[in-house]
């Protein structure tokens, strides 16, 4: 069965950190481009960052450019992200998602494969 697990969210204080993890199960994570998302309530989904496949190139919304960073570990077969310098306006729901034969900037409906979402709350 193919699947994908994101995990470590949680609530912190505005200007901490979080490390988001997205493990793959079933498949290979070296050979698909992983998207990293977020949904608040009452709003759109949003792409925040994505990790090519063969590249490694990598992708970040204004919204959080300089403040998170995404890597890839092949040997894990997991892919991270690390939120820093946390803002009220980061708390969402984050869902990683992984497509094959495909780069980074593409459509959110073109991914294969999505995680389930993990809550990230960021308060006072």
């Known amino acids: 069965q193919l699947q994908l697990v994101e995990s470590g969210g949680g609530l912190v204080q505005p200007g901490g950190s979080l490390r988001l993890s997205c493990a793959a199960s079933?498949?290979?994570?070296?050979?698909?481009?992983i998207g990293w998302f977020r949904q608040a309530p009452g709003k759109e989904r949003e792409e925040v960052s994505c990790i090519s496949k063969s590249s490694g190139n990598t992708i970040y919304a204004d919204s959080v450019k300089g403040r998170f960073t995404v890597s890839r570990d092949n040997a894990k077969n997991t892919v991270y992200l690390f939120m820093n310098s946390l803002k009220l306006e980061d708390t969402a729901v984050y869902y990683c998602?992984?497509?094959?034969?495909?780069?980074?900037?593409?459509?959110?409906?073109?991914?294969?494969?999505w995680g389930q979402g993990t809550q990230v709350t960021v308060s006072s």
């Open positions: 079933g498949f290979t994570l070296d050979y698909y481009t």
């Open positions: 998602a992984a497509v094959a034969l495909r780069g980074c900037g593409i459509y959110s409906d073109e991914y294969d494969y």
